[in-house]
C-alpha cells in the first residue's frame, strides 16, 4: 500500500483523477442532485434535537467517522478493507435520519481522503459511504417492525449493494480494469468483506440494544418506544 500513499492536502494528486475518470463522478453528482432535493422533503422526525443539537452530533459523528477512516481501518491488500466505520454511519443514520446519516459517512470518507489518503479519491466508494448511513436511517424511518431485524436487513442490503456492488466496482475501476474481471475481483474481496460486514452487524445489533438505555429519551424517537 506504501506507493499508494499521497501527500494529505495534495489535491491534485487525490483528485487528479477527475477528468481521466469522469465517469466515476457523474453517478456521484446526479445522488447528491437528488439528495440536496430530498432536503426538502419533510419526514417525521427521528429525533427532538434543535437545529444547533442536530449540527453538533452530525459534526461529532463525522469527526468520528473521518478518525476511523484515517486511523482504524487496516488495507491487508487494496482491494480489501478491515474497518467499523458502517457501524459510525449505522448509528448516525439511526439517530439523526437517513438524510444526516448519508452527510456523515460521506463527509467523513471524503474528509479522510484529504487529511489521510489511500491513492486517488474514488467517489463510488464516498457514495457507498454515505449510503451507510442512509440506508438504515430509511429503514428506520419507513418500516415498523422488529428492530433488531431491520438492523440485520440493513447490514444485509449495505453488503449486496454498498460492499459488493459499489466499493468493489469502484476499486476494480481503479486497480483491476484491464487486468481482471469484476466478478473475479468480486470473488477475491467477499470472503474478507462478509467477514467484516458480520463484524459491523453484531456491533450494530448491540448498539440498538444499548443506545436506549443511554440516550435522554426526551430527546430521540428511535424505535416509537
Do not use: H
Not at 456521484?28 to 419526514?43: E, T, W
Not at 417525521?44 to 452530525?58: A, F, G, H, I, P
Not at 487486468?179 to 474478507?192: D, E, I
Amino acid at each position: 500500500m506504501s506507493n499508494l500513499l499521497v501527500s494529505s492536502f495534495d489535491f491534485s494528486a487525490i483528485f487528479g483523477n477527475i477528468i481521466e475518470k469522469w465517469y466515476l463522478y457523474l453517478p456521484l453528482l446526479l445522488i447528491i442532485g437528488l439528495f440536496i432535493a430530498l432536503f426538502f422533503v419533510k419526514d417525521k422526525e427521528r429525533n427532538y434535537l434543535s437545529n444547533t443539537q442536530k449540527l453538533v452530533y452530525t459534526a461529532m459523528l463525522t469527526a468520528l467517522c473521518t478518525i476511523f477512516n484515517c486511523f482504524i481501518t487496516f488495507y491487508p491488500q487494496n482491494y480489501i478493507a478491515i474497518s467499523f466505520n458502517s457501524t459510525i454511519c449505522f448509528v448516525a443514520g439511526l439517530l439523526l435520519g437517513y438524510k444526516r446519516g448519508f452527510c456523515v459517512g460521506f463527509l467523513g470518507d471524503l474528509i479522510g481522503a484529504i487529511i489521510f489518503p489511500q491513492g486517488v479519491y474514488n467517489p463510488l466508494i464516498g457514495l457507498a459511504s454515505g449510503l451507510f448511513g442512509f440506508i438504515p436511517g430509511l429503514l428506520f424511518d419507513k418500516f415498523r417492525i422488529n428492530k433488531y431485524l431491520l438492523t440485520v436487513i440493513s447490514s444485509i442490503i449495505t453488503l449486496i449493494l454498498c460492499t459488493c456492488f459499489l466499493n468493489t466496482f469502484g476499486l476494480w475501476l481503479i486497480y483491476g480494469l484491464g487486468k481482471k474481471t469484476f466478478f473475479a475481483y468480486l470473488f477475491v474481496r467477499l470472503p474478507w468483506q462478509t467477514f467484516v460486514a458480520v463484524g459491523n452487524a453484531v456491533l450494530c445489533l448491540l448498539l440498538v440494544a444499548f443506545l436506549p438505555k443511554v440516550l435522554p429519551k426526551n430527546k430521540f424517537n428511535l424505535f416509537n418506544e
